[in-house]
């Protein structure tokens, strides 16, 4: 097996042992920012697949971004996340900085594409199956992410990981929500009134 997929398969089996040798390993920016386009076009893909494959209802039809616009939109949250949780670590007394939550984030999403990519072929052979298996997939993904964020900002505390991510969402949230009432419902391709 190749080093990244006995990496994958630890960050599934021992996600702390994982973040640490994620984050020992120093990333230059230009490897992580590559990285992260990497993950953004991998991502727009394997949602440009889902959209194919499974249609979504006309009430749903600004999910049906162009590819150029659904890169921009995954590499931007993952920016705006990986921020957030490194403000709201420092905020709680964390050690880990931007340098080492970004890699961390990317890696994740690295491996959630190849979950992803497993969960579209299981959905094939069997909807309800796969619409399990992707809500299963995704809890234990938050399992893996309290695992990274504990070791990118040494906390020793899974609960103060939890914490970190609760604070991190809301304040992305808030965020996105800001930037997306500027840009304005019309430009989204949503209603007015809404």
Known sequence: ???????????????????????AQQWRGEAVWT????????NALTHALMLWLFPVAQELAFLNMSPTALVGLSAGLLVVFSVAVTFCGRLIGG??????????MV???LV???IQAVVIVVTLLSAGIG??????????????LLHFVNEAHRFNSLWRAFGV????????LFTLTFVLGLLGPAK??????V
């Open 131 to 144: 619409a399990l298996l992707s809500l299963l997939v995704n809890v234990f993904l938050i399992y893996v």
């Open 1 to 23: 097996m190749t080093p990244l997929l006995n990496l994958a398969l630890l960050t599934l089996r021992s996600p702390a042992k994982a973040a640490e040798i994620v984050l």
């Open 107 to 109: 890696w994740l999403q």
């Open 188 to 193: 989204l391709g949503l209603p007015a009134y």
């Open 35 to 42: 990285g992260l386009l990497l993950v953004a076009v991998l």
């Open 95 to 104: 050690q880990g900085g931007f340098a080492q939550v970004l890699p961390v």
């Open 165 to 172: 991510l609760v604070m991190a969402s809301l304040l992305a």
């Open 112 to 114: 959630r594409v190849g």
